[in-house]
């Protein structure tokens, strides 16, 4: 098995001069370490510069990769020319590392060239993998592991096709007859852009649903496996299609994960059955995705609610991540649901439950970050103008205690919960802001004179500073719009107190003072 990865030129007879000869696995090391150091050129040329008896098809490859790691994708291109100008006949893993190279392009519009090479590659591939099965159809160089990266390539620039064309030319069995890598990355493929004709994936839905219908008549032959990134990608494709298409997508999360949608909000135990398959983080993440889609939020709420019941062995409430529980804060604002500012808060408190059960690992995924409470208080919260709740998040989310902010029990400096690195998110103009306007839409006194303690205190022209961080220039755009808002919205609540406030609720002189300077700090924006 050694002489396998030599190369050809390696000779095993030990040297009788005694010299140690440059080992092909010796120099991959060295070129590793060289493109670790961002000097991909000086690797290239020591790889064109070793010993013959160093180079072999394995070390080749190896530079090719770090240069597609580099973004070098001409430069990679032109070693796998070179490799083949030397006698290294490139293998399959060879083909597999420039196509998984060149599917990581975003923008394939400034990159027209390597979209040819991607093409001429993928055809040198179908070559050498028909030549591998005339003399053994049973080599481990059959794998369509090329194919699939390259399906992905044409569904990033919208060839959508040529991604049939491909799969109609390949063997209806064997080990190049498609499978479950390849039907996936087809599905992923239909769900990356519109079809160009009608701006739409309307019609890239209705080819996911024939897809399926051509991958259930090709188990029959092949019986691959399916598993649970097949069905989501199959779920995501669909998603964005015809009423009839989302209905099949729904039949498959019901199938598959044994999720059952309701168009209504059931509080007791969610309908659920048995799935075929335990339901994993990303096709949770699928199915919610299709929820969205499909304009079908209480879908979502109802089965993140059988989730939460379900045992750990189908998939249950330890699979959640905040990504998931995100995208149902938002589902619970496009279902304009009655409380759902109660239902929100309620969300987060169970996600600093689970981060406490959960090693620290798992716990990072499940912590609420500033998106988070930035989504419940700016939006949740604000909608409802409901200052209780915007006040528990806003002490969940930086640790100050609003209570001291309050009338009557205000203390001369607030206090903070010291916590564990990353759990203390400080407040931003954004969400003073909001807490602001909160306050003003609650048309509650006692609510606005706490907001404007609360933003006295934090200062508008330091929330508007830059930070010691590096920041971007959107960044700091960001900053001074949002500060310039809080300004308006604090100026609007004064407004409210100067005018309507009675003798029971007369402003103190040290309020008096605070409203002032807060006045002075929004003129300067």
């Known amino acids: 098995t050694v002489a396998k990865y030599r190369s050809k030129h390696y000779n095993k007879e030990p040297n009788p001069d005694g010299k140690i000869f440059l080992e092909p696995h010796i120099l991959s090391g060295r070129l590793k370490?060289?493109?670790?150091?961002?000097?991909?050129?000086?690797?290239?040329?020591?790889?064109?510069?070793?010993?013959l008896d160093a180079q072999n098809v394995p070390v080749w490859n190896t530079l090719i990769w770090e240069c597609l790691?580099?973004?070098?994708?001409?430069?990679?291109?032109?070693?796998?020319?070179?490799?083949?100008?030397?006698?290294?006949?490139?293998?399959?893993?060879?083909?597999?590392?420039?196509?998984?190279?060149l599917?990581?392009?975003?923008?394939?519009?400034?990159?027209?060239?390597?979209?040819?090479?991607?093409?001429?590659?993928?055809?040198?591939?179908?070559?050498?993998?028909?030549?591998?099965?005339?003399?053994?159809?049973?080599?481990?160089?059959?794998?369509?592991?090329?194919?699939?990266?390259?399906?992905?390539?044409?569904?990033?620039?919208?060839?959508?096709?040529?991604?049939?064309?491909?799969?109609?030319?390949?063997?209806?069995?064997?080990?190049?007859?498609?499978?479950?890598?390849?039907?996936?990355?087809?599905?992923?493929?239909?769900?990356?852009?519109p079809t160009a004709e009608t701006g739409?994936?309307?019609?890239?839905?209705?080819?996911?649903?024939?897809?399926?219908?051509?991958?259930?008549?090709?188990?029959?032959?092949?019986?691959?496996?399916?598993?649970?990134?097949?069905?989501?990608?199959?779920?995501?494709?669909?998603?964005?299609?015809?009423?009839?298409?989302?209905?099949?997508?729904?039949?498959?999360?019901n199938e598959y994960f044994g999720l059952v949608g309701l168009d209504g909000v059931d509080n007791s135990a969610p309908s659920e059955g048995k799935g075929i398959l335990p339901l994993q983080p990303q096709s949770f993440a699928a199915i919610l995705t299709l929820c969205r889609n499909s304009s079908r939020p209480l879908h979502a709420i109802n089965f993140f609610g059988a989730v939460l019941q379900r045992s750990e062995s189908q998939g249950g409430p330890s699979i959640i991540d905040r990504a998931h529980v995100e995208q149902v804060l938002h589902s619970l604002i496009a279902a304009n649901i009655s409380s759902c500012s109660e239902k929100a808060i309620e969300l987060i408190e169970w996600m600093l439950t689970q981060e406490i059960k959960l090693p620290s690992t798992a716990a990072t995924k499940i912590r609420p970050t500033y998106p988070t409470f930035n989504l419940l208080i700016s939006y949740i919260c604000r909608a409802e103008n409901n200052w209780r709740v915007a006040v528990k998040a806003f002490d969940l989310m930086t640790g100050y205690h609003c209570h001291d902010f309050m009338d009557g029990v205000e203390a001369k400096e607030p206090r903070i919960d010291h916590r564990s690195t990353g759990r203390n998110i400080p407040p931003t103009a954004e969400i003073l802001s909001s807490m602001m306007k909160i306050a003003v839409g609650s048309e509650n006194r006692a609510n606005i004179r706490q907001a404007l303690?609360?933003?006295?205190?934090?200062?508008?022209?330091?929330?508007?500073?830059?930070?010691?961080?590096?920041?971007?220039?959107?960044?700091?755009?960001?900053?001074?719009?949002?500060a310039r808002k809080l300004a308006r919205s604090a100026i609007e609540g004064i407004d409210i107190l100067s005018s309507r406030s009675t003798s029971q609720d007369r402003p103190r002189d040290d309020d008096l003072v605070r409203w002032q300077s807060l006045k002075v700090e929004a003129k300067k924006l």
């Open 33 to 51: 370490k060289l493109c670790d150091r961002a000097q991909v050129d000086t690797a290239v040329a020591m790889l064109k510069n070793s010993p």
């Open 69 to 101: 790691k580099a973004e070098r994708f001409r430069l990679a291109h032109d070693l796998y020319i070179d490799m083949k100008r030397r006698g290294h006949r490139p293998n399959t893993r060879t083909f597999q590392t420039l196509m998984n190279g």
């Open 103 to 193: 599917a990581r392009i975003e923008d394939w519009e400034s990159h027209p060239k390597q979209l040819a090479n991607a093409h001429s590659v993928h055809q040198a591939f179908m070559r050498h993998v028909d030549a591998v099965k005339k003399h053994d159809p049973s080599s481990a160089e059959l794998s369509l592991a090329p194919t699939a990266a390259y399906v992905k390539i044409l569904g990033a620039t919208g060839l959508h096709q040529e991604i049939f064309d491909v799969f109609y030319s390949l063997d209806a069995e064997g080990p190049l007859a498609p499978d479950h890598l390849l039907f996936t990355a087809m599905f992923q493929a239909l769900a990356m852009k």
């Open 200 to 253: 739409d994936f309307v019609q890239n839905a209705a080819s996911a649903k024939l897809l399926w219908n051509l991958m259930t008549k090709a188990l029959r032959r092949t019986k691959f496996q399916i598993d649970g990134q097949l069905v989501s990608s199959a779920m995501v494709a669909l998603s964005r299609g015809r009423t009839i298409d989302q209905d099949f997508a729904f039949s498959l999360a």
């Open 453 to 482: 303690r609360l933003v006295h205190y934090f200062g508008i022209q330091s929330l508007a500073r830059p930070s010691h961080t590096l920041e971007s220039k959107k960044a700091l755009k960001d900053k001074l719009f949002y």
